[in-house]
């Protein structure tokens, strides 16, 4: 006697997929001798590429150098209006060298591929940035050559490049007020001492800080002092006191002026001078 059952959908699904399954027998060591092949495969592979290019290891390809310089310009040639911040800096050459973020490149294990090669990239960053610190010091000597432009420092000229020509390093302290100059000196990182240089140091207040180093490489010490500070805020304030105390007001001497009494007066003016000048003629003659 036939029983009659009933399947769910899910029951259903479960013998159709057991009954579609196909698993081969294999005999003893076919697994382990298939890897054998797999991995003799692939060393006559790479022996063979060796004849052709060096093989996947070895000597970095494409090592020889350019006799020319391209002067063109490229998106790493920009000259900026305002230094660029050093996190942008990181992040293009980053992106130059082929990968996507600062991090990514720190962390990325891409340079344990050996069918991978980075140092292109690399040789190309480092030979623009050689590029263009010889294209900024020309443009800078050309604007510093200017008539007015020669009596000013040529500092003020250098180009802002991502390649650091002419830029200074910046430390902003947006929550700590400096009430002396050495409480300043106190802070500086030990990065900011370990080459010669100038650099500025802004506190929450908007005081700029104009700060050198000077390294002695022999001795192991660094010097470093404030050489100015400069606050828009306060200079503005002090402007307005000045004509304050002065009680200067131009209206104090045209308002009660028009310009057709101006006129007249000068036109007068102009009248005197004349006869005066008609006098002293006769009496030379």
């Not at 990325?108 to 010091?137: I, P, T």
Request: glycine share 6%; proline share 2%.
């Amino acid at each position: 006697m036939v029983e009659n059952r009933r399947y769910t959908l899910g029951e259903l699904n479960a013998i159709l997929e057991s009954a579609n399954e196909f698993k081969p027998r294999k005999g003893d060591g076919v697994d382990g001798e298939n890897r054998k092949n797999n991995g003799k495969a692939v060393a006559d592979i790479m022996d063979n590429a060796k004849k052709y290019d060096g093989g996947l290891t070895g000597k970095t390809k494409n090592d020889t150098k350019e006799d020319v310089v391209d002067y063109n310009k490229t998106t790493l040639d920009v000259n900026f209006a305002a230094e660029p911040s050093d996190s942008y800096v990181d992040r293009v050459k980053a992106q130059v060298h082929g990968y996507p973020s600062v991090d990514n490149e720190k962390n990325s294990d891409v340079k344990d591929n050996d069918s991978l090669e980075y140092d292109g990239n690399k040789r190309f960053y480092d030979a623009d940035a050689e590029k263009m610190k010889d294209v900024s010091k020309r443009r800078t000597d050309i604007e510093h050559a200017g008539l007015k432009s020669h009596n000013l420092p040529r500092d003020n000229f250098k180009q802002k490049t991502i390649f650091g020509e002419g830029s200074m390093k910046r430390l902003h302290y947006k929550n700590r007020l400096f009430l002396s100059e050495q409480q300043l000196l106190n802070t500086i990182p030990e990065e900011f001492k370990e080459k010669s240089g100038k650099f500025l140091v802004k506190d929450k207040s908007g005081t700029e800080y104009l700060v050198e180093c000077q390294r002695s490489e022999k001795l192991g010490y660094s010097d470093v002092r404030v050489l100015n500070k400069f606050n828009k805020q306060h200079v503005n304030e002090e402007i307005a006191r000045i004509n304050e105390l002065a009680c200067y007001s131009s209206g104090d001497f045209t308002g009660g002026t028009t310009a057709t009494s101006r006129l007249n007066s000068d036109t007068v003016l102009s009248e005197d001078l004349r006869r005066v000048k008609e006098i002293n003629d006769n009496n030379n003659v």
